[in-house]
């Protein structure tokens, strides 16, 4: 039987993906729960008014043609409207993101971390934030000049506003990678995973090998990560530091549950990596809501860029027929 936290976790998910499906009637079933969890990681109940009222808002400030609009649309206007004062953050948002293209110049990924920073940081940092996390880029771009892209963009903005030195995280990054980069044929995403789990503190083996023991575990309960862009969810999840089992059997819990639902089964148009990595973000962020500041090492602001990026991944894996949908 799933814990009451995570019962009630799961019951606002789907009550908000009816309301943001509502809203965004012709998006496709993952724009619907990526924008759901976007409330629900909040601990807030989505309103069609609040919805509506952000995307007006959002139409009136950022032209059709932004990478803004043109980008997960439908995920920052739900991020806008969870906000206390939507006006006030959308402009910080914006501004964020013109600091952060000005070192960057393009990325689809950009206004994920744009968007993430204006909930925690005032605008006169927003300058200093996109010149460390452009050097991040830098030494990144030399180390890996064919797999460093614009989809690493927004993680080195989460190591430029983590509390570790940024010395220490671009090493520890680099033996992450080294350690990882044999267990999975997609060596991009093996990077993005290894930019997650160099935030956290440890030396880089045990950290690489307690996300492999996840991976295992997690495979053995028919759980399994794909090795995509699902692997930023399974190093979020690793980094919660809780024991391997507890994490595995509250997960298999979730998705027995969770497929049982309207729009989670199998013949939906939710796939099953969808469903794990929103379940791993429930389970990762364990009842943080609004009240809990900044803390751990990583520090809030990078927690959210990955929920975000997690988020988009979702997105990326939208299935193209419910017949290769693996539930």
């Not at 919660?240 to 969770?258: A, F, K, N, Y």
Request: negative net charge; proline residues 2%; glycine residues 6%.
């Amino acid at each position: 039987m799933m814990e009451n936290r995570f019962m009630e976790k799961a019951q606002l998910l789907l009550k908000n993906r009816d309301t943001v499906g509502k809203c965004f009637m012709l998006s496709e079933s993952s724009v619907e729960l990526a924008g759901a969890a976007v409330f629900t990681m909040r601990g807030k109940e989505a309103t069609a008014e609040g919805i509506k009222s952000a995307k007006h808002l959002l139409h009136s400030k950022v032209g059709m043609f932004s990478d803004i609009r043109l980008y997960g649309e439908e995920i920052f206007i739900c991020m806008t409207a969870s906000q206390d004062d939507p006006e006030e953050y959308l402009q910080r948002a914006i501004s964020a993101y013109d600091c952060l293209k000005e070192k960057f110049f393009w990325s689809t990924y950009l206004p994920f971390a744009a968007f993430s920073i204006a909930q925690d940081f005032p605008e006169e940092e927003y300058e200093g934030i996109a010149s460390r996390a452009r050097l991040i880029y830098d030494e990144m771009k030399d180390r890996h000049p064919f797999l460093t892209g614009e989809e690493d963009s927004p993680l080195c903005v989460m190591m430029a506003v983590s509390e570790r030195d940024s010395s220490l995280v671009t090493d520890d990054d680099e033996k992450c990678y080294r350690i990882l980069e044999g267990d999975f044929f997609d060596k991009n995403s093996v990077q993005m995973l290894s930019h997650i789990l160099a935030l956290q503190e440890g030396d880089a083996e045990s950290k690489c090998a307690r996300t492999m023991e996840l991976f295992e575990k997690m495979r053995e309960a028919n759980l399994k990560f794909g090795s995509g862009y699902e692997l930023c969810s399974l190093g979020y999840l690793a980094m919660s530091g809780r024991d391997s089992d507890v994490l595995v059997s509250e997960m298999s819990e979730m998705d027995g549950w969770l497929k049982e639902q309207k729009g989670f089964g199998f013949l939906s148009m939710t796939t099953k990596a969808q469903r794990l990595m929103i379940e791993g973000m429930l389970l990762r962020d364990d009842g943080r809501g609004d009240s809990v500041q900044a803390a751990a090492v990583t520090g809030m602001v990078a927690m959210v860029i990955m929920e975000e990026i997690i988020l988009y991944s979702i997105i990326c894996c939208t299935a193209v027929t419910t017949v290769t949908n693996t539930n």
